[in-house]
């Protein structure tokens, strides 16, 4: 972020404002705990702050401070509808386009509100006044920290805000092991827990609540686990009858798709989950190395994300969307077996 962007966004908060903070559709650990993060440090510099969630997001992160204090936007509408409205501030964070706020998108970009981004994905939009993008980030809470930091508040980062951005350093870096995690990631962890992150804690609250149901649908998952060698890459399905028979809970499927990327060889790793209320399929791509799941996600599957990480959705059969992903694995041979 540029020196006179950080003057200027520092000028704009030094007098109380009412701020707005949104994540994209269905947020994950990054996307709550960055929200979260950031609305307690805006609370504690004397802002009117609100995070806004597009809709709901799984019971493993409904335990970080304040997290009760969030509105949902797809159950709250109108009350979220006039918070943006009035909000002087909005900053979005966790994505880079509208459109992955899903139905927040129109009253987000009709809203008069200053926009600030923070964000990690590739190719943003241009619709925000001041942009901290940056895609070689672990995560946007380790730009939550950074941000923090640029403006000078660093010994703001209380017990609070270190045990929400914590949490989603740690899941958007798998617990530290992805590629984008830097020893600057750890120092930052560190720096976290000195100030007052539980991690033990917190590793248990997003870990080690599984439910029985849960288990038994990763277990469906490996059963269903596919390897196509000459590609070097795996595939999991899940169909609607699936879910349903293992009591389906949101946040259930999270993580799956990377069993397939654990196995010895497999460069890409797919899942491909039914989902007939929305009538899609919802895909999660991964990737080791310089294979772009990104590439392949908007090229192919309406999506995007990271080189690494990311997801899309399909409007055909389950059967027909696996189809799909194995006649354009060829096209990707060469790069998969060069990795
Ligand atoms: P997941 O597979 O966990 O849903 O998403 C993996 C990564 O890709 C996340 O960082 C997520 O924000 C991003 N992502 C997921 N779906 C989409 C999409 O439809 N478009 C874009 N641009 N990014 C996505
Ligand atoms: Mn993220």
Sequence with gaps: MKKQDIKDIKQLLSTPKNIVIVPHKNPDGDAIGSTLGLYHYLIKTKH?????????YPKFLKWMPAENSILRYDSQTKECNNLVNKADIIFTLDFNAFHRTGPMESVLSESEGLKIMIDHHQAPDDYATYMFSDVNMSSTCE??????????????IDADVSTCLYAGIMTDTGSFR????TST?????????????????????VYDTNSLNRLQLLGTALENLKVIAESRAAYITLSQEELNKNNYTKGDTEGVVN?????????????FIEDKQEG??????RSKGNFSVNEMSRAHFNGGGHTNAAGGKSYLSLKDTVEKFISILPYYNNALNNE
């Design 48 to 56: 009117n702050a609100q995070v806004i969630t597009p809709n709901d």
């Design 143 to 156: 730009m939550i920290y950074h941000f923090i930091n640029m403006l000078g508040d660093i010994d703001l």
């Design 259 to 271: 069993y397939g990327l654990s196995l010895e060889g497999i460069i890409l790793a797919a899942i």
């Design 280 to 285: 899609i399929i919802k895909i999660s791509l």
């Design 178 to 181: 992805f590629s984008s995690t």
């Design 185 to 205: 990631t750890h120092k930052i962890v560190a720096d976290l827990i000195e100030r007052g992150a539980n991690n033990s804690q917190i590793h248990n609250n």
